[in-house]
């Protein structure tokens, strides 16, 4: 059953880049309504149980002192259809297989540095969103 929750980080390479502003508005014309953010940064350990799921894949290392590198964005948004639709507006993990206007299409530059993470299911989007976020954190 679709929830109308998901979660969303705005990754180091985003946030150097600036690219913070742009994100949000974009997110925000596709109907999301923000219901917890903060800029934080993860720490090597952070990132090791953040990504945990993907601790056997050979781009793990690299994912871990990537997204332990440098400030993120998290956020948990709001919408009917949140993970699909956010799925969609964030487009595919390589930019150069993203649709036009994406997420990843107009700020990422590579498939490591991809400029946001986006749940994959609705279940991940719980879990990943209680882990950067107290209740008290979330309206």
Same mark, same amino acid.
């Given at each position: 059953?679709?929830? %109308?929750?998901? /979660?969303?980080?705005?990754?180091? #390479?985003?946030?150097?880049? !600036?690219?913070? !502003?742009?994100?949000?508005?974009k997110i925000n014309a596709a109907g999301f309504r923000i219901a917890a953010m903060k800029m934080t940064q993860m720490t090597v350990s952070d990132a090791k149980a953040f990504y945990a799921v993907h601790s056997e894949r050979p781009f793990y290392g690299e994912l871990v002192e990537f997204m332990s590198s440098g400030p993120i964005v998290a956020a948990i948004l709001e919408k009917n259809n949140a993970v699909e639709d /956010?799925?969609?507006?964030? =487009?595919?993990? %390589?930019?150069? #297989?993203?649709?036009? !206007?994406?997420?990843?299409?107009? /700020?990422?530059?590579?498939?490591?540095? %991809?400029?946001?993470? !986006?749940? #994959?299911? #609705?279940?991940?989007?719980?879990?990943? =969103?209680?882990f950067h976020f107290s209740g008290r954190e979330i309206f």
């Open positions: 059953m679709a929830t %109308n929750r998901t /979660f969303t980080m705005l990754k180091p #390479d985003s946030v150097e880049k !600036g690219y913070i !502003g742009a994100i949000l508005e /956010f799925r969609v507006l964030i =487009g595919a993990t %390589n930019p150069a #297989d993203a649709a036009e !206007g994406t997420i990843r299409k107009l /700020f990422a530059s590579s498939m490591g540095e %991809n400029a946001v993470h !986006g749940s #994959d299911s #609705d279940e991940n989007a719980a879990i990943e =969103g209680a």
